[in-house]
């Protein structure tokens, strides 16, 4: 069965950093990968979707790569804001299912 | 378009009551997701449907729990009859292939069994 991890659990940088998110998959047979975010009370709101047979995609601030090889995706946000704390979720597409990581809540202080 | 809407926002009930969640998903989607969310297990893919077609109900926990599309504007997820562990968020969400799959979720209904 695939596992999704993502490392670390929770991460609080300064405003304005550049920061990345880790999400790593055990079974590297995906159809796609999904990063959704998802702020406290509420649903969640994709991100950025990579297909199986690309290696990144961005949009405005946010970079996602995916290594199908090695198993791994990570989200890099660039010059980190309040309002982009939240917690973030990576979800794998494998077959007929969907896996989806714990997730790394982001804390950006002012 | 208003999004995925769910109702209801909230549910409280007793051990043993059957609850009907509610979803009705963005219009010409042709993919439907049940999911349910707790701190101990995280997000759950509970089933999901294509084009009003059960897909996937691995998923489901038990007999208890049910889920029908009756039509593309519309579904339902039956837990009957609930137990406290079933307390959690479910979420629905709908995407549509020409889209690339991304799935856009619903607000989520909080259940609470007591």
């Known amino acids: 069965k695939q596992e999704v991890t993502q490392i670390p659990a929770a991460l609080s940088v300064p405003e304005g950093e550049n920061l990345v998110l880790n999400c790593s998959f055990t079974?590297?047979?995906?159809?796609?990968l999904q990063w959704f975010r998802q702020d406290p009370g509420k649903g969640l709101t994709s991100l950025l979707l990579i297909q199986s047979s690309q290696r990144e995609q961005t949009s405005g601030r946010l970079n996602a790569s995916l290594d199908k090889s090695s198993g791994r995706s990570t989200l890099y946000i660039a010059a980190s804001q309040p309002g982009d704390s939240a917690t973030y979720l990576c979800a794998v597409r494998g077959g007929n299912q969907f896996y989806f990581g714990t997730g790394t809540s982001l804390t950006v202080i002012p | 378009d208003a999004g995925v809407i769910q109702s209801p926002r909230h549910e409280v009930t007793e051990m043993g009551q059957e609850v009907t969640l509610r979803c009705k998903p963005i219009s010409g989607h042709d993919y439907l997701f049940w999911y349910r969310q707790t701190m101990m297990r995280g997000l759950e893919l509970l089933i999901y449907?294509?084009?009003?077609?059960?897909?996937?109900d691995s998923g489901m926990p038990e007999d208890r729990f049910s889920a029908k599309m009756p039509n593309a504007s519309f579904s339902t997820l039956k837990i009957q009859p609930s137990e406290p562990r079933d307390s959690a968020v479910y979420f629905c969400?709908?995407?549509?292939?020409?889209?690339?799959?991304?799935?856009?979720f619903g607000p989520g209904t909080r259940l609470l069994v007591l």
């Open positions: 449907f294509n084009n009003n077609v059960p897909i996937d």
């Open positions: 079974d590297s047979a995906i159809y796609n």
């Open positions: 969400a709908s995407s549509l292939v020409g889209t690339g799959e991304t799935q856009y």
